[in-house]
């Protein structure tokens, strides 16, 4: 088994695995809640036999997931969900010491990146884990017959199958969990075109997972990976926040606690409202550019900061990516505007010397910062994302046939298990209501 698990594995080098065995070890310790889970799987076997494909950040915090999953008797293949997020320690170790088959190596151009999908497909996954849904997308239009809509790799790989298997592919999907904003958008839009064929939970829009992952999650990492590739004293510097969602937020009131003075722009008038009154600027992002220091953008949107922004930086800004996809920041038009570029002034720092001689330094390649230049969100919060994926996974096994081809939401007992058993390894008890506050909560009768 083990072997044949090597064999399937692409992987940058397996001899990197003791390391990556401390880091998943290191990771575990904080992980209390999937540990327990963990437990639990090994007795059950909730997942016995069940194909599994994970397309995620494989990092230490994902091995210990897919440990779990193998615990509950699933046959789990990782790929990478970034071309830049794997640690390619970790993806050794999983191979090596817990014989999961893991395609994934940092720093994976385009081709590769799609070959690895093409893996997690050849696995004729039952169920699929998705950060950013690339792996679903892949899968249906794969089944829609739009085949100039896929990657070279995925189409070659596609056109050799008969129609029938394609519709296979996914017909025996019983359960796809996403663990991204940006993911759960691209299903809700599959859904609302009618194209989604499996039921999808969004584990990302658990309040166990978005207010904890997204806020304090990215909001630590993102700083983090900004202060691990410049080395820049954060107090007294402007950071400009592009997106006052659950990650910017984070990011923002995390910067503003590091001693920043933080602008906050947005296009959502409730959101910028909150900004203002959790005491941010909040500006258009043509004001800010001139102003900023720092640039980060995590609005899961596109397009965020233009050639016209660029333009008018100071010399020395710093510009990062927190959002999904490396889609914000306008590479291309800095590139054209840029008269020298350096890449790698330091590691994930790349210069871009404008024809007006200033200069703008660019992290990541303006892919996630906080999983490019650091380590992604720290285990203790991915403890309750990935809770919260073995438990739904569980959810859509058991409901196998059941549920709806739609996006879901987690269901209710899978939150409460998540926060309960969270307080509980932090020692934290809370109050039970009264015979007599559930009373007055469910009734109407007690007034002035
Ligand atoms: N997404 C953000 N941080 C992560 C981490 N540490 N592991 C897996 N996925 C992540």
């Known amino acids: ?146 085949l100039d809509d896929v990657h070279a790799q995925v189409r070659a790989w596609a056109q050799k199958l008969p129609p029938a298997e394609r519709q296979r592919l996914i017909a025996q999907v019983v359960g796809s969990m996403e663990e991204t904003t940006t993911g759960v958008n691209r299903l809700r839009a599959m859904e609302r075109d009618g194209v989604l064929k499996f039921p999808v939970i969004a584990v990302n829009d658990a309040q166990t997972k978005h207010f904890f992952d997204n806020r304090y999650g990215t909001g630590q990492s993102t700083l983090d990976g900004i202060i691990r590739a410049t080395n820049l004293l954060l107090a007294g510097r402007k ?83 927190s959002g999904h996809f490396d889609v914000e920041i306008e590479l291309p038009a800095l590139k054209e505007e840029a008269a020298e570029i350096n890449a790698g002034v330091r590691s ?14 660019v992290l990541g390649q303006g892919r996630l910062v906080n999983l490019a230049a650091a380590e992604g969100h720290p285990p203790s919060v991915m403890d309750m994302s990935f809770a919260t994926q073995a438990l739904t996974t569980e959810y859509c096994v058991k409901n196998k046939g059941k549920l709806a081809a739609k996006v879901h939401e987690v269901p209710r007992e899978v939150e409460e298990y998540v926060s309960r058993h969270k307080l509980a390894s932090m020692g934290i008890e809370i109050d039970q209501l009264t015979v007599e506050q559930k009373r007055y909560m469910s009734g109407w009768e007690q007034g002035t």
């Open 1 to 146: 088994m083990a072997t044949a698990t090597k064999a399937r594995s692409d992987i940058k080098d397996s001899k990197l695995a003791p390391q990556g065995k401390k880091r998943i070890h290191w990771a575990d310790r904080d992980m209390p809640v999937l540990a327990r889970i963990r437990e639990r799987f090994e007795k059950e076997k909730p997942l016995q036999g069940v194909r599994l494909s994970g397309c995620l950040h494989v990092t230490a915090e994902t091995a210990n997931l897919a440990r779990t999953l193998k615990a509950g008797g699933a046959d789990v293949v990782l790929v990478a969900s970034n071309p830049l997020s794997t640690q390619d320690d970790v993806a050794a170790s999983l191979v090596q010491d817990f014989g999961v088959a893991v395609f994934a190596v940092r720093e994976e151009n385009n081709d590769t990146y799609y070959r690895h999908i093409v893996a997690a497909l050849e696995h004729e996954p039952q169920v699929t884990m998705d950060d950013g849904a690339d792996l679903v997308s892949a899968m249906i239009f794969i089944a829609l017959d739009r």
């Open 239 to 321: 950071i400009v926040v592009c997106g006052y969602g659950w990650c910017g937020k984070g990011v923002a009131l995390r910067a503003r606690g590091l001693g920043a003075r933080v602008i906050v722009t947005e296009v959502d008038p409730i959101r910028a409202l909150e900004a203002a009154m959790d005491g941010l600027d909040v500006m258009p992002l043509a004001e800010a550019a001139p102003v900023g220091d720092i640039f980060i953008t995590v609005t899961g949107n596109s397009g965020i900061i233009r050639r016209e922004h660029f333009t008018e930086m100071k010399d020395g800004a710093v510009v990062c990516n």
């Open 348 to 361: 994930h720092v790349d210069e871009y010397k404008l024809k007006s001689g200033r200069r703008i330094y």
